[in-house]
């Protein structure tokens, strides 16, 4: 029995032994092997000079540097909020969170008065300059665009200018200044395209990624009409199709939960400081370029999320959230006054269903039938109610894309640049109505001016009116009395 026992002893002992040194080899010889082979994938990228080729996909790049990073008083993010984006906000009580003023990035450029624009727009206007404002969320502020002559705001501006300088310089192809003296010049000039009011266009980027319509109608009061505008455009909607009918005003960053629960707050915190570390090593670099490379979708579920939970299924709730969208942007409309505005439903991208591409169809299916579902009742419903009240003041884009055979969907909301090329010309084209020169009426007398002066065209001649039975009777009568 002794034997055995000694025996059993033995066996355990050297078990437990081995169980010791297989976990100092795993606690101690796995971080050491780690170590190593990050050492090791380092000095081979320096070597190569092949850093650049760990870096993340150029729309995952560029993705980053517009996510919003919430920043404190005093320039610090708040812990356990995101804190990899470029685009930074602070909190306001006024607007709910702001751009902060005068930060750039190599794809975006912000002013000192929290406008995407390459300098600074004064209070005082210049005599000449049309200003153009271009109010809402992140389509609107053109997220993804790869630098700010790309957004949106820059090429309805080159457009308008374009016009400006295309109608002085080439006259004859649009309508006259004057109404023309002859029939046939009067009919050739109604085909020609209006002239539209001649100086300086300036369009104003004043949208702000996140933003809905009580965040815009805040920015329009309490900034946007201080620089007196002289048409404004809103683009927006989706943030108000998500964003819970209880919500004035979309807000960023769970402050009261931090407030709340500072300890859970702070573990967040270190969790997020430690892949922050853990994304900053070669191998993860390495294994997330080649192995599981980030796509949009993957990277959107970090910084912007889009799924059909934020969409309602319940029909009065998908009401009032249109109904504050409505009363938001009529007191806009209000606001404005006498100031021409466009009111303009955004391209989503369950509006293009015809000819989608692949990476679209990508973008789709991860989104689901649900989702697609909701958008869809939420857009008709808008649609419904801002056509009935708006009329032509109002434009819908939501399916602008429908026979558009190239990608112009990158995610469901922002587009690609050719995508935003379209969306440019479609505001230009319905901004040329807020500004139309009418031919003022014809100086020439013809009586008075020498003939040689009248072009050899028929005149519009206007025959004189027949006399009427009773005053040919008078006449005669004066006749015979003579």
Do not use: C
Not at 174 to 182: A, G, L, N, Q, R
Not at 392 to 411: E, G, M, S, V, W
Not at 414 to 430: C, F, S
């Amino acid at each position: 029995m002794r034997s055995r026992y000694r025996y059993n002893s033995s066996w355990q002992s050297k078990r437990k032994s081995w169980l010791r040194n297989a976990l100092l080899l795993i606690l101690i010889g796995l971080p050491l092997l780690l170590l190593l082979a990050e050492l090791i994938a380092r000095g081979a990228v320096l070597a190569t000079g092949s850093t650049n080729q760990l870096s993340p996909n150029k729309n995952v790049a560029i993705a980053q540097t517009y996510a919003l990073k919430l920043q404190d008083a005093n320039g610090n993010s708040y812990p356990g909020l995101p804190d990899s984006g470029r685009l930074q906000v602070r909190r306001s009580p006024i607007l709910g969170y702001e751009l902060i003023p005068s930060q750039s990035s190599d794809y975006w450029q912000i002013n000192d008065q929290s406008f995407r624009q390459d300098s600074d727009v004064s209070i005082d206007k210049p005599a000449n300059e049309i200003r153009v404002f271009l109010v809402g969320n992140s389509t609107a502020f053109t997220n993804m665009a790869e630098k700010n002559q790309k957004a949106l705001a820059f090429k309805i501006e080159k457009l308008l200018n374009d016009r400006v300088r295309a109608q002085n310089s080439s006259p004859e192809k649009f309508k006259p200044k004057e109404i023309p003296y002859f029939a046939d010049q009067i009919e050739a000039a109604r085909s020609l395209p209006p002239r539209i009011r001649d100086g300086s266009y300036r369009v104003i980027a004043a949208a702000v990624p996140g933003y809905s319509s009580g965040n815009e109608l805040a920015l329009l009061a309490h900034k946007v009409i201080g620089y007196s505008p002289n048409a404004l455009i809103i683009l927006d909607g989706y943030e108000d199709m998500r964003s819970p009918s209880n919500q004035t005003a979309r807000e960023i960053g769970n402050v009261e939960q931090i407030l709340r629960d500072p300890i859970a707050q702070y573990r967040q915190h270190q969790i997020q400081q430690f892949n922050n570390w853990t994304n900053s090593l070669y191998l993860v670099k390495a294994w997330q370029k080649w192995v599981v490379p980030a796509n949009m979708t993957t990277f959107s579920s970090e910084y912007q999320v889009f799924n059909a939970e934020q969409l309602s299924k319940d029909a009065k709730e998908v009401q009032k959230r249109v109904d504050r969208y409505f009363y938001n942007v009529r007191q806009m409309t209000r606001l404005a006054a006498d100031t021409p505005t466009l009111i303009v439903l955004q391209p989503e991208i369950t509006g293009k269903q015809k000819s989608l591409t692949k990476e679209e169809e990508g973008v789709l299916k991860l989104l689901g039938s649900e989702y697609s579902d909701r958008v869809t009742e939420a857009f008709k419903t808008a649609e419904k109610t801002f056509s009935t009240n708006f009329g032509a003041k109002f434009i819908n884009f939501y399916q602008l894309f429908q026979d558009t055979k190239q990608q112009t969907f990158i995610d469901p909301i922002h587009l690609t640049e050719a995508a935003n090329d379209i969306v440019a010309q479609k505001l230009y084209e319905n901004i040329e109505r807020l500004f139309p020169v009418q031919p003022a009426p014809n100086s020439l007398n013809a009586e008075t001016e020498p003939q040689s002066l009248i072009p050899p065209s028929k005149p519009v001649v206007i025959p004189p009116e027949p006399a009427s039975p009773a005053s040919l009777s008078e006449t005669l009568k004066r006749v015979q009395g003579q």
